[in-house]
């Protein structure tokens, strides 16, 4: 065998495309906002502050469609999320649906609203793996974060049942002030849950979370020693569990490579059909989205506006314009820009060559000087407006 | 729990969750896991492929040298490496 023939797992494709004239690659992943339903309160949520009810959803034959259009347009893996996606009675036809096109299906739950039976339908139709949220490592501070009596328990028991049907485990964390202390916690639990996979997500200040900053913020030293003790268990659990570890953005000298580039690798649909390079960026005024149920997918992929409005580099300012990481980071996040400093094609101010990076430092320092207990819990206003769809 | 080691009877195979795909769309193969995917070159498919949960590791390595008229050597030393990536990753059961 000749080191040409050597077997090789070659890293995801996220690093091989050129930043410039950029071919469309297909897309591998779809985020599937099934509901924006959910029993929980999360105030860290990255849903929108104004969300549509049930009444605004659209029916099963609708996904199933786009999930159709999905597999034929080279989607790998279907996340459906929401709000919490077994609030929806159809969940088990549309796993199968996908199922049935080889998508790889990942249910993304807090768990609340599953049974032990409808689990078990839901693995029998085809699921391929679980991403649980958990809110903290004890159940009184989790249950308050999440607004939701007796979660904790109940995540326990989805746990359980996931390890009885064999299906793989990720454990979902997200850190902000109230949990900082236990974040490396986090981890040893999931080991005992007997998840494969950990994401410890520092809080990313969109949606709720945005609207929460002041509660949520942490210290730079409270950040700084959580970063630290979860990656010391990476060495310890090594084998045993991936940890999948989100930095906190504020603290951060580079901005993240947000959704590995805008429009590049994956495409969010809202329950009411919309296709969005990610959750946030209807918070960006003058974008024009499309809507699944006018328009093909591939379509949509191709030629949508708010999709190539920030494609390549010609959208890109100094300093990313001339940048050498520009093509690591495509310049961080647009909605983060867009949210901070008023300018969505501006450099992420996260980034240390940002001329407005001054105002992440007093942002941070400010905000995680405020009490913890006083945020607003995320929820669907009662006064609904009639979507459009 | 202890961290599973590869050994020549070892007989290795994909967990659940883990799946070989032939992606027509972009042409090649590639290995779905939780929230990622690997794109595979031919013998990572080949080395894959008998993962079957019966087949020793002694025999894939056997199996692929006679295969690719190579030294058993320069296979297993290509095959431990792959296998040893992906039990790293969870990806892989013994």
């Known amino acids: 065998m000749t080191t040409q023939t050597a077997p090789q797992v070659s890293a995801q494709v996220s690093n091989q495309v050129p930043v ?11 985020l599937a906002e099934l509901t924006y339903r959910c029993p929980l309160a999360c105030p860290y949520c990255s849903n929108p502050l104004q969300m549509g009810g049930r009444e605004t959803e659209m029916p099963t034959e609708a996904w199933q469609d786009i999930f159709t259009q999905a597999a034929a347009l080279g989607v790998l893996h279907v996340h459906m999320s929401g709000g919490e996606p077994a609030s929806r009675r159809d969940l088990r036809e549309l796993v199968a649906h996908c199922a049935g096109l080889g998508l790889y299906t990942n249910l993304i739950t807090s768990g609340v609203g ?3 039976a409808s689990f078990a339908e839901l693995a029998a139709a085809g699921l391929d793996h679980v991403q649980l949220s958990i809110q903290d490592a004890e159940a009184k501070s989790a249950d308050w974060i999440g607004g939701y009596e007796g979660g904790f328990a109940k995540k326990l028991e989805v746990a359980s049942w996931v390890a009885e049907e064999g299906l793989p485990l990720t454990i979902n964390a997200v850190i902000h002030r109230a949990n900082v202390a236990r974040a490396a916690d986090m981890v040893d639990f999931a080991v005992r849950l007997g998840a494969r996979r950990i994401e410890i997500a520092h809080t990313q ?14 210290t730079r030293e409270q950040s700084e020693k959580a970063y630290a003790e979860v990656e010391e268990r990476r060495i310890r659990y090594k084998g045993q569990i991936v940890i999948d570890h989100v930095a906190p953005d504020y603290h951060a000298k580079f901005p993240k490579a947000c959704m590995s580039g805008w429009g590049r690798m994956s495409m969010n649909v809202t329950p009411q059909g919309k296709v969005l390079p990610c959750h946030a960026a209807e918070t960006i005024p003058g974008l024009e989205f499309w809507n699944a149920r006018e328009k093909s997918l591939a379509e949509i992929w191709a030629s949508s506006p708010g999709f190539n409005a920030y494609r390549g580099d010609d959208w890109m300012q100094e300093p990313c314009r001339s940048c050498e990481r520009k093509a690591v980071d495509f310049g961080g996040c647009r909605c983060q820009a867009m949210a901070l400093v008023g300018d969505a094609a501006a450099c992420d101010p996260i980034c240390s060559k940002s001329p407005r990076h001054n105002l992440i430092a007093e942002i941070a320092a400010r905000d995680s000087a405020e009490e913890v207990a006083g945020f607003t819990p995320r929820r669907i206003e009662r006064a609904r407006e009639k979507s459009p769809v | ?8 009877e070892s007989r290795p195979h994909l967990l659940r969750g883990v799946k070989l795909k032939n992606d027509q769309v972009r042409k090649t193969w590639v290995l779905l896991a939780p929230e990622r995917y690997l794109r595979l070159n031919a013998i990572s498919v080949d080395i894959l492929q008998r993962c079957d949960g019966d087949a020793a590791l002694s025999t894939i390595v056997d199996d692929l040298a006679e295969k690719y008229s190579a030294d058993r050597t320069l296979i297993e030393r290509d095959v431990r490496s792959l296998l040893n990536s992906l039990l790293e990753k969870r990806m892989l059961g013994l």
């Open chain 2, 1 to 8: 729990m202890t961290v599973e080691e590869l050994a020549p």
């Open chain 1, 205 to 218: 200040y969109y949606g709720w979370a945005l609207h929460n900053r002041a509660h949520l913020m942490p």
């Open chain 1, 114 to 116: 599953l049974t032990k």
């Open chain 1, 20 to 30: 410039q004239a950029p071919a469309l690659q297909p897309p591998s992943a779809m």
